[in-house]
């Protein structure tokens, strides 16, 4: 379905992004990664899922904080994969403390991160969608983009940031083949979330499996993590031309967190 397009997966070296790599690679889709840590393994992991398609696999480490190294990202793109089809704005950071203990650089990194790179990658990338007539734009928000948690402020104003960038950009591309929409997980057994189980354990004297129950418990009403692959799958939908005329959305896929 997707042979012959470029993705753009940020920080997709492991966790959602890479499980949206993997998605999209079954569909055909070249794939460029990009992200921290070793590359080679997750290259090779989508490389072989998109084997029966021919599919290309490219790797660029640009820190998404970074405006000079994404725009480095995005002409490695353009120059090796003829430009990306398909933006997923993945690469995000997570940081817990009160806010009169939240370290005023932890603030901006997750700014620059989780919200700022999606404007560069989108700014970017757009003029060569408008001129293929055809692109599409996934933003990995979060349940976080749309109700907050105590303790997350910089995380809750960058989500909610990046839905409303997602809609405001929805609407500059109404007319256009380009579609642009957010995904909205609730809490899936990723690392980012992993050390925050680490941490609710220690805090409560607890083991992993009773931090993860009572994590969920609070939160997600299935009593279910979101998996990688099932947002792989949301994103692929995204992707179809069944998802021509879904623009703005903030799509929560989140166990029930936001229904509440
Ligand atoms: P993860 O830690 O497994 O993956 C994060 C990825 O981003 C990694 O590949 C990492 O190398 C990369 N990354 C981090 N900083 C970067 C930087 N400066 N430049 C380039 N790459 C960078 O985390 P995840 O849980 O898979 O999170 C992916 C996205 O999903 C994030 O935007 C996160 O906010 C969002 N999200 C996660 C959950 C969850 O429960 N795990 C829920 C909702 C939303």
Known sequence: ???????????????????IALSLARQGANIVLNGFGDAEAP??????VGKDHGIRVGYHGADM???????????????????????????????????????AERW????????????????????????????RIINVASAHGLVASAQKSAYVAAKHGLVGFTKSVALETATSGIT???????????????????????????????A????LAEKQPSLQFTT??????????????AANNVRGQAWAMDGGWTAQ
């Open 65 to 103: 904080s970074k405006p000079a190294e994404i725009e480095a990202l995005m002409a490695y793109a353009q120059a090796e994969f003829g430009g990306v089809d398909i933006l997923v704005n993945n690469a995000g950071i997570q940081y817990v403390a009160p806010v009169q203990d939240f370290p």
């Open 108 to 135: 901006d990194a997750i700014i620059a991160i989780n919200l700022s790179s999606a404007f560069h990658t989108t700014r970017l990338a757009v003029p060569g969608m408008l001129a293929k007539g055809w692109g």
């Open 180 to 210: 642009v929409n957010a995904i909205c997980p609730g809490w899936v057994l990723t690392p980012l979330v992993q050390k925050q189980v680490d941490a609710r354990a220690a805090a409560e004297g607890v083991d992993g499996e009773e």
């Open 1 to 19: 379905m997707l042979k012959g397009k470029c993705a753009l997966v940020t920080g997709s070296t492991s966790g959602i992004g890479l499980g």
């Open 228 to 241: 990688p692959d099932e947002l792989g799958e949301l994103s692929v939908f995204l992707c179809s031309s």
């Open 212 to 215: 993860k129950r009572r994590m």
């Open 43 to 48: 290259k090779a992991e989508v490389a072989a």
